[in-house]
């Protein structure tokens, strides 16, 4: 069984660059399989995973939407990991509530109970 090679940052920005000039990509795993298609031409040893192709999405100048849905509210951002910037908003009774969750370094969204990423799509800015 062949080894899987592990392939360059800049090689993967830049397949990934080039895929959004030409069309928009509406999941994770769709992106992943483009940036392996492109990535075969040159050898059929290079493989890579959704998250990292993501991750790497995250990096270049490109527009990332991403759609939310219910579960437990995280620590840290579930898209790059990086820290959260919270909003609260307080009750009727003056309690203090969590509306809503922001990541400065991705441009991840949560709010009302909608937390966990479920599908993210990338379209050219």
Request: hydrophobic share 30%; aromatic share 6%; charged share 35%.
């Given at each position: 069984m062949p080894l899987s090679k592990v392939p360059k940052k ?116």
């Amino acid at each position: 069984m062949p080894l899987s090679k592990v392939p360059k940052k800049e090689i993967v920005k830049f397949i990934i660059k080039e895929a959004l000039q030409r069309q928009k990509i509406s999941t994770q795993s769709e992106l992943a399989g483009v940036v392996a298609k492109k990535l075969k031409r040159g050898d059929r040893k290079y493989s890579i995973t959704g998250k990292r192709a993501r991750l790497i999405a995250l990096e270049i100048p490109a527009r990332v939407s991403i759609k939310t849905r219910r579960g437990k509210v995280p620590k840290r951002c579930p898209s790059c990991s990086h820290g959260l910037k919270r909003t609260y908003s307080k009750n009727l009774f003056g309690k203090k509530l969590l509306s809503g969750l922001r990541c400065q370094k991705c441009g991840y969204r949560g709010s009302e109970g909608r937390w966990i990423p479920s599908r993210y799509e990338f379209e050219k800015l």
